[in-house]
């Protein structure tokens, strides 16, 4: 089982800003090792939404951002759109080696 | 365009064993790490195994280690997934993805897919 936690779900009107935590320990992101966020529309691969805590690639609207402190990180869309409704996951490691995935958050616009 | 292709998945009895594939192109396979993730039906994703681009630097997540081997072969732009002592529970559907860097650094490129059934 993972030991990144994220909300279940969260939702918003178009337009609103929404933010997804991912809570992690000392022993995966209180460590030290970056988060990356994915987004992963129904039926279709994840794909790579933020990395390395808050950088954006190539082609990701500057709507998403990310940030991390501490144990946690989190993920904030600013300007939700009807596009973005997606399971979200956040990504670091449990150990120099080990990746681990948060247990997901479906975000859904009202 | 950089690309991955995932080979191999099908219905398995438990206990049982399959080898999975993923063909790379597009890319100086070497340079990067590799990851296994798979996602239950429904359900979220989980990291199964990764390498990185020499094979020096292998892991694996806990409900898979001592069943599972990953390895690569980079002269043929290849990553391979053993599974051995197949359960239930290793039902999925299983991808590769491409990390940025050499291990740590997020994964920018997936597969498809290829689905694993075990079920007897």
């Known amino acids: 089982q993972s030991v990144l936690t994220q909300p279940p779900s969260v939702s918003g009107a178009p337009g609103q800003r929404v933010t997804i935590s991912c809570t992690g320990s000392s022993s995966n992101i209180g460590a030290g090792y970056d988060v990356h966020w994915y987004q992963q529309l129904p039926g279709t691969a994840p794909k790579l939404l933020i990395y390395?805590?808050?950088y954006r690639p190539s082609g990701v609207p500057g709507r998403f951002s990310g940030s991390k402190s501490g144990t946690s990180a989190s993920l904030a869309i600013t300007g939700l759109q009807a596009e973005d409704e997606a399971d979200y996951y956040c990504?670091?490691?449990?150990?120099?080696?080990?990746?681990?995935f948060g247990t997901g958050t479906k975000v859904t616009v009202l | 365009e950089e690309q991955l292709v995932e080979s191999g998945g099908g219905l398995v009895q438990p206990g049982r064993s399959l080898r999975l594939s993923c063909a790379a192109s597009g890319f100086t396979f070497a340079d990067y790490a590799i990851h296994w993730v798979r996602q239950p039906p429904g359900k979220g994703l989980e990291w199964v195994a990764g390498i990185s681009g020499n094979s020096d630097n292998i892991g694996y997540g806990d409900s898979v280690k001592g069943r599972f081997t990953i390895s690569r072969d980079n002269a043929k732009n290849s990553l391979h997934l053993q599974m051995n002592s197949l359960g239930p529970e290793d039902t999925a559907l299983y991808y590769c993805?491409?990390?940025?860097?050499?291990?740590?650094?997020?994964?920018?490129?997936w597969g498809q897919g290829t689905t694993v059934t075990v079920s007897s």
């Open positions: 993805a491409k990390d940025r860097g050499n291990y740590h650094y997020g994964m920018e490129v």
């Open positions: 990504q670091s490691y449990a150990s120099s080696l080990r990746g681990v």
């Open positions: 390395s805590n808050r």
